[in-house]
């Protein structure tokens, strides 16, 4: 038999990760511990939902909640650009920096001004690493050319393709590609012919997408997500529902992991 193979997704979440993806990553590292072979994070940044990397801190002096989110380009990036692909607006990190010291420890501050990536994915995967939280952890990235030459080909999927001068995810719907704007109104973007290095899932297909390529043998599932994940399309993966975390949407802060 070969080895396991644990497996965790998640799309780039801000700054610093939700807490619920420090859970998964504890998750998949206890069960490392327990039964050996390797852990992959799939970090689904082919995403484009701008939603995705908001970090909800808490400041130390007036205990309200404030949320960071990247400042990016222009419109265009901010609502249909893949993450991977949205560009970082100049005097962000600056700006950032200065709200930092009233929201988290020095340490943090201090990581997080070490990070010059420029694109809103690479940004939050180095944060991520230089947090010390994927030491041993494999990345496998949904934007990768050869990761999705690998993949398998799905009926329902999104294609990165140029739009008014930016790289944009538009979606397959009825022969055709579109952006959707809101309500029942898309906005049709000529493609044709697209190569297999412009195509990532969609929530329905992503799980045997991702399968075909990692051939994970057990897979680490936040609370929403083992509801909606089809099990039927990889019934060779163990399904494990990641270990429990209080305010599990808010941004984790630490430097030092309990493991």
């Not at 069960?31 to 400041?59: C, K, M, P, W």
């Not at 041993?136 to 999705?148: K, W």
Request: with cysteine; aromatic share 12%; glycine share 6%.
């Amino acid at each position: 038999m070969s080895e396991p193979v644990i497996c965790f997704g998640q799309q780039p979440c801000g700054i610093f990760p939700n807490r619920f993806v420090f859970a998964k990553i504890k998750t998949a590292l206890r069960l490392q511990r327990e039964i050996g072979g390797r852990v992959v994070f799939f970090f689904h940044d082919s995403d484009h939902d701008y939603r995705e990397t908001n970090a909800i801190l808490v400041n130390r002096h007036s205990g309200k909640e404030e949320r960071i989110n990247f400042d990016v380009a222009n419109k265009i990036q901010k609502r249909f650009s893949p993450l991977y692909c949205k560009t970082i607006q100049e005097g962000w990190r600056e700006k950032t920096l200065r709200r930092l010291p009233n929201l988290v420890d020095r340490p943090l501050v201090e990581r997080f001004a070490s990070v010059q990536e420029s694109r809103v994915a690479d940004f939050c995967l180095e944060m991520y690493r230089s947090m010390g939280l994927l030491e041993g952890v494999e990345v496998a990235r949904s934007s990768d050319p050869e990761f999705r030459e690998k993949a398998i080909d799905v009926e329902d999927y999104f294609i990165d393709t140029p739009y008014e001068g930016e790289i944009v995810r538009a979606r397959y719907r009825e022969g055709g590609y579109c952006l959707y704007k809101g309500g029942n109104c898309y906005v049709d973007v000529e493609a044709s012919s697209p190569s297999k290095r412009q195509i990532s899932p969609t929530r329905d297909t992503r799980l045997r997408w991702m399968q075909s390529v990692i051939h994970c043998t057990h897979y680490v599932a936040g609370e929403g997500e083992i509801k909606y994940l089809n099990k039927d399309d990889a019934p060779e993966i163990e399904y494990v529902q990641r270990d429990f975390i209080e305010n599990c949407g808010a941004a984790y802060t630490h430097c030092e992991h309990e493991w």
